[in-house]
């Protein structure tokens, strides 16, 4: 195979000139979307670096495409090139629910230790938002992706395991749950917490951003969702930080000093609706596992357009980048697609790559075919002007980054 793997020391990506970059098409409309963003990222490169620099994309099957070649979603031999070259931008793929296989998409989180979902929510001039000033919502949003009940330790109502377990808290501690009940177990660790704030209190740092939000439920679940606050300031007042960071505990109404960041905290259901209400009050979301999901599709939503938003899933040794929405079927092969979601993941892969020129390309671009109304249909309906198709859409981009 053409190209060198990316390496990774110390928690920093050492990124050769001629990568392997792995890839995986997805379900539904992931193939069609897919194909857009690789051909945009290998414009961009090319147009930003010459013949310096190129990507050399390797197909791994998980998905559909495994299960109709291997009979499994992700077979063994295709996890083992996946833990070998370790980036993967990956398609949409379907989650069953109620039964059937984990979900691919935390397999892949757990195998590579992704534990960090990074999702920037920034509103794009052009499109139509449901709320008056979506200019104000300009968020990232880092989300604890190893943790929480996406674990998968559960047992089914009625099952052996259920009972056991039933039994146990009874005898124990006293504990009665009806015998009717599926049963989940939500982990939250003290380790993961803190890796998980250390990320984005230095993604603060180096982007300049000025506030970090501990979003949480700990006034019910104290020592879950209540440690992950604790731990999560901890760390914000230890001796790593402490010459960046201000509580807002210790402004006491006065101004935030130039230069620092502020941390604070906030109960998930009030935030749910701030978020909505006041969304200026909002820049770095630090969110556990489930309350980073829920925040993450409410914030796209402010935007106008979840399909618009890519996600970074990234830890020390990988990372893993997708489109923030799911397969669509019903509008798979029909050329309508819009593939902004899977353009913005290969945009944040060219950031994390340190690739930052190419990824800049890309974002103006896209920025201005939304600002110019040359979108697809599921945007063109509210601006009044005919819709291109996804291929169209993508050799306009290619088009407009080529003649730069």
């Known amino acids: 195979m053409d190209g060198e793997k990316v390496r990774f020391d110390n928690g920093k990506w050492i990124v050769p000139d001629s990568p392997i970059i792995l890839f995986a098409e997805g379900d539904g409309i992931g193939p069609e979307i897919s194909n857009s963003a690789r051909s945009i990222v290998d414009a961009a490169v090319s147009k930003a670096y010459g013949p310096s620099k190129k990507i050399n994309w390797s197909e791994i099957l998980i998905g559909e495409k495994a299960r109709s070649k291997y009979g499994n979603g992700i077979p063994k031999e295709q996890m083992a090139k996946l833990e070998e070259y370790r980036i993967l931008l ?12 984990r979900s691919l998409n935390v397999t ?25 000033n979506p200019e104000s919502v300009d968020m990232v949003i880092f989300r604890e992706n190893t943790d929480d009940i996406y674990t998968g330790i559960e047992w089914k109502e009625g099952s052996a395991e259920a009972a056991k377990l039933r039994e146990f808290l009874s ?36 982007n300049k951003r000025r506030s970090v939000t501990i979003m949480h439920k700990g006034n019910i679940m104290k020592y879950t969702e209540g440690a992950f606050r604790e731990w999560a ?11 960046s960071v201000v509580l807002e505990s210790e402004l006491s ?32 979301i630090l969110a556990p596992n489930l309350n980073g999901d829920y925040i993450s599709d409410e914030a796209g939503a402010l935007i106008g357009n979840i399909g618009i938003l ?4 990234v830890g020390d ?41 190419a990824a800049l390309l890309i974002r103006e671009e896209v920025e201005r075919a939304v600002i110019e109304k040359r979108v697809t249909s599921d945007i063109a309906r509210y601006t009044g002007t005919p ?7 993508t050799d306009r981009i290619i088009q407009s980054i080529n003649t730069k």
Request: cysteine-free; glycine content about 12%; overall charge positive.
């Open 317 to 357: 040794t990988g990372g893993m980048f997708e489109a923030s929405h799911g397969t669509a079927p019903k509008y798979a092969g029909k050329d309508i697609a819009n593939p902004m979601g899977m353009i913005k993941a290969a945009e944040l892969m060219l950031t994390f790559l340190g690739w930052t020129e």
């Open 233 to 243: 300031y901890g760390i914000a007042k230890s001796s790593e930080f402490r010459e």
């Open 387 to 393: 819709p291109l198709g996804t291929k169209e859409f």
């Open 253 to 284: 109404g006065s101004a935030l000093p130039s230069g620092k960041i502020l941390v604070n905290d906030r109960i998930a259901d009030n935030m749910m609706q701030q978020i909505i209400t006041k969304p200026d009050m909002y820049d770095i």
């Open 310 to 313: 890519g996600s970074a899933n």
């Open 108 to 132: 892949i989180r757990m195998t590579l230790d992704l534990y960090a979902n990074i999702r920037p929510v920034r509103y794009i001039k052009g499109i139509e938002s449901p709320i008056k």
């Open 90 to 101: 990956k398609g949409p793929l379907t989650t069953v629910v109620g039964g059937g296989e």
């Open 171 to 206: 005898s124990s501690f006293g504990i009665s749950i009806s015998a009717d009940s599926g049963i989940g177990i939500k982990p939250i660790s003290r380790t993961k917490t803190e890796r998980i704030t250390r990320a984005a209190l230095n993604y603060a740092i180096k």
